[in-house]
């Protein structure tokens, strides 16, 4: 066997067997003498053009999940619960979920990810809380999530090594949006990542990485089947993205918004997913039927359970809930230039004016300002006035602020008629 032969075989299309992909694999994680960067990006290359078998993207999947350490939760048997996002802009979901679901009798122990280009991370959000560890040892992170039944910490030890070096090469070989290595790229760190009941928060529109409503299907649906080969229990609820979620964008900015509606506050957007997500994971981990463990969801977060389990958590976690979160030094509000409604808000040039303002990296090493971001007063489908307010920047550096004005007012159009509103839950896979 050898990688020259892989390479042939999927660039004529044929499919690879479970020993090649484990033999790719292999070699490709390995430090020293392994397979090139060079050979890995034309195998990419051919997937891209040439797509992957359910077979074959099940067996890379597994591959990859198992190229480093793999996290035991069996300690929580099945009441061990993840999520994950496929990215958006203003997604604080996991802030309220986490708390929903462990309030429900859920255990949400869960290593989550830094922002990745125009998409915040949770980890960048909890970093903006002062005193919050995001760096627990597995001792106290199993300890905390046996008593709290949350915790939550940023990727540690050697999870998927194959996905961090194939991730990297994929972002500039310009195959990222290749369906069979988004599947496998997410679902072998979810199988590391060692919960029995996962759920997918796949989203869709102009500011995911699926743009249509049929590729966020076709991943939704193949995650979930690859997640249940692996013996897990899967749901994929497919969310709009085409507006930001909630008002906020930005570190700080969100953790705000998050607690604002653990404490009651009504965004009926945020609420809507966030209750969504939690009730597939109630049904899954507590094996009730999602309307039951819907009711279950809303009663944790209008009753006040689920703030008292984020107070429980944050304070677990060196934190303070109802600490101030770091406010901006400069403030520039964003007035409408005429009348009309908005018909459209690209939410991927607002999550880059985010970015600009600071609330993002532009380099791997570049430093977040936690202060940073915007908070918008309209969103699509509302009718704004000349002059009136739409939205507010943040940030610690002033010299920051024409440019990511510039980008948001690029991202805005408007109409004379009311745009038609779009569905939020696009779908459910289970
Ligand atoms: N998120 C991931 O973790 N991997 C991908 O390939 C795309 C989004």
Not at 27 to 34: D, Q, S, V, W
Not at 35 to 49: E, K, L
Not at 166 to 185: F, G, K, M, N
Not at 347 to 363: S, V, Y
């Amino acid at each position: 066997m050898d990688m020259l032969g892989i390479i042939r075989k999927k660039k004529r299309g044929e499919e690879l067997s479970r020993e090649e992909i484990e033999y790719m694999i292999c070699g490709f994680t390995r430090e020293e003498g392994g397979i090139p960067d060079y050979q890995m990006s034309a195998f990419c290359m051919a997937v891209y053009f040439n797509g992957m078998s359910d077979t074959e993207t099940a067996a890379l999947t597994e591959a990859m999940a198992h190229s480093g350490d793999m996290l035991d939760l069996a300690r929580f048997g099945t009441r061990s619960v993840d999520k994950h996002s496929t990215g958006g802009v203003g997604d604080k979901t996991s802030l309220i979920v986490g708390p929903i679901v462990a309030a429900c009798g859920g255990v949400f122990a869960k290593m989550s990810g830094r922002g990745l280009g125009h998409t915040g991370g949770t980890v960048d959000k909890l970093e903006s809380v002062a005193g919050y560890r995001t760096g627990l040892t597995g001792e106290e992170f199993f300890a905390q999530a046996e008593r709290t039944g949350i915790s939550l910490i940023g990727q540690t030890g050697n999870l998927t090594p194959a996905d961090k070096k194939l991730y990297a090469l994929r972002d500039v070989t310009e195959t990222v949006d290749s369906i069979p290595l988004i599947v496998s790229s997410i679902m072998s760190k979810k199988i590391a990542a060692g919960a029995h009941n996962i759920v997918l928060d796949v989203k869709c529109g102009s500011g995911a990485f699926m743009k249509d409503e049929e590729s966020a299907r076709t991943l939704a649906q193949k995650m979930v089947d690859i997640g249940k080969v692996c013996g897990r229990n899967m749901a994929a609820v497919i969310t709009d993205m085409d507006v930001p979620l909630g008002f906020a964008v930005g570190n700080a900015l969100e953790v705000r918004e998050a607690l604002d509606v653990l404490r009651g506050a009504n965004i009926p957007d945020l609420c809507e997913v966030s209750l969504a997500l939690s009730a597939e994971l109630i049904a899954m981990c507590r094996g009730v039927a999602v309307k039951e463990a819907r009711y279950m969801a809303e009663n944790a977060l209008f009753g006040g359970a689920a703030y008292e389990k984020a107070k429980e958590w944050f304070t677990a976690q060196g934190g303070d809930a109802e600490a101030e979160l770091a406010h901006a030094e400069f403030v520039r509000e964003i007035r409408a230039g005429k009348s009309g409604y908005i018909s459209h808000m690209d939410a991927e040039k607002i999550g880059r004016a985010a970015c600009e303002l600071g609330a993002g990296r532009k380099t791997k090493n570049d430093k977040i300002d936690f202060a940073a971001g915007l908070v918008l007063r309209k969103k699509t489908g509302d009718f704004v006035r000349e002059g009136e307010v739409l939205c507010a920047l943040h940030t610690s550096c002033e010299e920051k602020l024409a440019a990511a004005e510039k980008i948001f007012c690029s991202a805005l159009e408007f109409s004379a008629e009311k745009p038609r509103k779009k569905k939020l839950i696009i779908g459910i896979v289970r």
